[in-house]
């Protein structure tokens, strides 16, 4: 259930979180976001879904002030209103927790170690730090592997330790690209009902992922990225989510008139060919 | 101490490349010195032996504790060099830089942290390698710590620490290009610049050499040609590269 605030006349309206409008991104001549317009509200769970290369994790690293963008502006809102993540006081990441592409782990640190720095780092106290790891260790099912070195752990239960880093802190604003990358189906459903309860707190979920069916089960609202537009949004309730995504992918592509079709669009799995 | 601080000290700690540098700079320097020095005062007219004598300058403790200098004066650039270059330059080379953004600790802080966990660790590792070296000068017989012994120690001390601070602009380095391979290349390439340097007879003037110099590398007259201000050098060649890499953690796009 998304978090409201009561507006004239009555009606409630979500508390937005974050918020790009109009936001672009080149790298060389690449084109990688031409002009985003996206909100994220408090207490739902959002979900960029694209192919390889629509630039979910571009969108998601200048919504972190990670990257600048070229045109139009990005704001996040902990609660103490909107800021520009480019430069946005410390006070403000204190309510935000990411996990983008690699997870914050080092061999040489035990599990327990990881994830209290990633406390720490969070502006949590010693005390607290300690008890948030402990809850968040129990919480993603991670206790067995506490005081094992990070070195040691499978490429799933590292994705595992870097979304507890990424909650550690009880953020109200969680940016997650691919969370579910490496898990197994235990662990995706660990993370996708961490995620629901998140959202039922309060947290603001932005999540990318290639999965259909699992952002169906998790996300309020579904935005489909591709070649950095917005194409539009998929109800997570509808049916054959995958039909409809491809048949937007695929009208986005004959519109762009002579442009060649990304390499993954005509693998011999492309719902086109397959229909 | 602070999150980040003790954060990059237990990184640190658990390094297995600042362990096998701790005991090259604490254990195996002090050794090799007194072993060199030994086969110098050795009666012995071997080939050894007269290859030892002239690299030293002076007598007993200090010219013990000079050629100490002389091989810290090398032993450090390297060994910080790389510790440094891997501290910063991993996070590239695992891609952790970008869990290190968008967090209450601001770049700047980490990076700050990175740095003064190093120079605490390198310049601890020359003054412990500088107690080891007194039983190392007692076992070779050179007696009790005279007036000499004092000086030669302020000296030892003094390279340890240049040189730990000319370590620093690998911080950078390791920044703009990306990762610790990029670090410890130009590592390689400012010894071989500094020999050639030095070799043309402009080394005093040159940062990465002046320490060296004055330690005894070039011979006692060189050293005694080494000014104040030349061995100074480091101070601003070190904090610039320093304020250098925290400028760019703090402002620039590092994923």
């Known amino acids: 259930m998304s978090a409201a605030v009561v507006a004239g006349g009555g009606r409630t309206e979500p508390v937005v979180r974050l918020a790009t409008s109009g936001v672009a991104r080149s790298f060389g001549t690449e084109q990688a976001l031409a002009g985003v317009d996206l909100d994220l509200h408090a207490g739902e769970v959002h979900a960029l879904v694209g192919l390889n290369g629509a630039g ?11 990257l600048h963008p070229d045109a139009g502006t990005v704001r996040v809102d902990v609660g103490d209103g909107p800021v520009d993540p480019v430069g946005a006081p410390s006070a403000t990441w204190g309510h935000v927790g990411h996990l983008i592409e690699t997870p914050f782990t080092y061999p ?17 106290d010693r005390t607290a730090a300690d008890a948030a790891t402990t809850r968040v260790l129990a919480e993603l099912a991670l206790d067995h592997w506490a005081e094992r070195r990070a070195r040691t752990l499978s490429l799933g239960n590292r994705q595992r330790v870097g979304l507890a880093c990424a ?60 070649r950095g537009r917005v194409l539009g949004t998929l109800d997570p ?21 002579g442009a060649p079709a990304p390499a993954h669009t005509t693998t011999p799995t492309s719902p086109r060919s397959a229909a | 101490m602070n999150a980040a601080l003790s954060i990059e000290a237990l990184k640190l700690y658990r390094a297995p490349a600042a362990r096998v540098a701790t005991a090259v700079l604490v254990l195996v320097l002090p050794a090799v010195s007194a072993a060199m020095v030994a086969v ?55 891609g952790t830089v970008g869990a290190l953004l968008a967090l209450p600790t601001s770049p700047r802080q980490v990076l700050r942290a990175k740095l003064v966990v190093t120079l605490i660790w390198a310049l601890g590792c020359g003054l412990v390698a500088t107690l080891v070296a007194i039983p190392g000068g007692l076992a070779i017989g050179l007696g009790a710590p005279d007036a000499g012994a004092l000086r030669a120690t302020g000296r030892l001390l003094v390279v340890s ?33 500094t020999q050639i340097v030095t070799a043309a007879g402009a080394g005093g003037w040159f940062p990465y050499a ?4 004055w330690a005894g590398m070039g011979g006692a007259d060189a050293a005694a040609a080494i000014t104040p201000v030349q061995l100074l050098l480091a101070v601003p060649v070190g904090l610039a590269g320093a304020w250098a890499a925290m400028h760019r953690w703090q402002t620039a796009e590092l994923v």
């Open chain 2, 210 to 213: 002046a320490p060296s110099l």
């Open chain 2, 40 to 94: 110098a005062r050795s009666d012995s007219d071997s080939p050894l032996v007269a290859k030892a004598r002239p690299m030293l300058i002076g007598t007993g403790w200090d010219a013990y504790l000079g050629m100490l200098a002389e091989i810290v004066s090398v032993a450090t650039l390297l060994a910080v060099g790389i510790v440094l270059s891997w501290v910063v330059g991993r996070e590239f080379t695992e």
């Open chain 2, 161 to 193: 620490g240049l040189m730990t601070l000319l370590a620093l602009p690998l911080a950078w380095v390791s920044t703009v290009l990306r990762g610790y391979l990029s670090g410890i290349s130009t590592l390689l390439g400012i010894v071989v610049i």
């Open chain 1, 167 to 226: 909650v550690v802190h009880d953020p109200k604003v969680l940016v997650l690209d691919e969370p579910s990358n490496a898990l197994d189906p235990a662990g995706v459903v660990r993370v996708r009902r961490w995620l629901a309860d998140a959202a039922d707190r309060g947290a603001a979920v932005l999540v990318s992922s290639h999965h259909l069916d699992e952002m169906a089960r998790v996300a309020h609202r579904i935005t489909v990225l591709h």
């Open chain 1, 237 to 257: 309730a509808g049916a054959d989510l995958e039909r409809q995504f491809f048949d937007m992918v695929y009208e986005e592509e004959d519109a762009v008139d």
């Open chain 1, 56 to 66: 979910k994790t571009t969108l998601m690293r200048l919504a972190l002030g990670m």
């Open chain 1, 108 to 124: 040489e640190l035990t599990v327990r170690e990881t994830v209290r720095s990633a406390a720490r780092l969070r502006g949590l």
